[in-house]
T-cell receptor, first 114, second 114 residues
Framework: AQKITQTQPGMFVQEKEAVTLDCTYDTSDPSYGLFWYKQPSSGEMIFLIYQGSYDQQNATEGRYSLNFQKARKSANLVISASQLGDSAMYFCAMREYTGNQFYFGTGTSLTVIP | DSGVTQTPKHLITATGQRVTLRCSPRSGDLSVYWYQQSLDQGLQFLIQYYNGEERAKGNILERFSAQQFPDLHSELNLSSLELGDSALYFC?????????????FGEGSWLTVV
């Protein structure tokens, strides 16, 4: 089974609107971390936000927030007030306490329309 | 700037050749990861080192090898190169292992095999 699933290959959003990028995960480990990365067309992978499995509150970093629904095993990224510079690939990732690997999803390509 | 340094940024080489990609992790980070990103395969985990020791192995070909040196920098050696090895190769580092440790990526090395 896939550890990380991103079902939206591509998304479009109007500038200044909010957008939600979906991510579901699969693990039996009670302790894990969830991460989102942004990859603009220039190629670099930029860390955006982290959520721990025991965190009671949803993580927020500026315009990014993580909608963590533990029972549903989902960790959706919400970008508020989209900007043109938000156009990029977004990857969801998970790290389990018991393992060394990071598991990445296949990514969602976000295009912000002026 | 993530603090992870990769060299070279771009290289073009012929089939059958050998190249070495170099990575300096963030100051103080003990763990180094190598990933390959190609258009058709997405982001593939290759190998992880922690304080000089190999800790996890992913889809790394036998033609590829890596090591982490006492000063914690790492090298990924790619030999008998094939056209299909053309990809963006990322190095990433984290302070430690465990669910809460974020990995930070370098800017990547773009490899083109002709």
């Amino acid at each position: 089974a896939q550890k990380i699933t991103q079902t939206q290959p591509g998304m479009f959003v109007q500038e200044k609107e909010a957008v939600t990028l979906d991510c579901t995960y699969d693990t039996s480990d009670p302790s894990y971390g969830l991460f989102w990365y942004k990859q603009p067309s220039s190629g670099e992978m930029i860390f955006l936000i982290y959520q721990g499995s025991y965190d009671q509150q949803n993580a927020t970093e500026g315009r990014y927030s993580l909608n963590f629904q533990k029972a549903r095993k989902s960790a959706n990224l919400v970008i508020s007030a989209s900007q043109l510079g938000d156009s990029a690939m977004y990857f969801c990732a998970m790290r389990e306490y018991t393992g060394n690997q990071f598991y990445f999803g296949t990514g969602t390509s976000l295009t912000v329309i002026p | 700037d993530s603090g992870v340094t990769q060299t070279p940024k771009h290289l073009i080489t012929a089939t059958g050749q050998r190249v070495t990609l170099r990575c300096s992790p963030r100051s103080g980070d003990l763990s180094v990861y190598w990933y390959q990103q190609s258009l058709d395969q997405g982001l593939q985990f290759l190998i992880q080192y922690y304080n000089g020791e190999e800790r996890a192995k992913g889809n790394i070909l036998e033609r590829f090898s890596a090591q982490q040196f006492p000063d914690l920098h790492s090298e990924l050696n790619l030999s008998s190169l094939e056209l299909g090895d053309s990809a963006l190769y990322f190095c990433a580092s984290s302070a430690n292992q465990g669910a809460g440790n974020t990995i930070y990526f370098g800017e990547g090395s773009w490899l083109t095999v002709v």
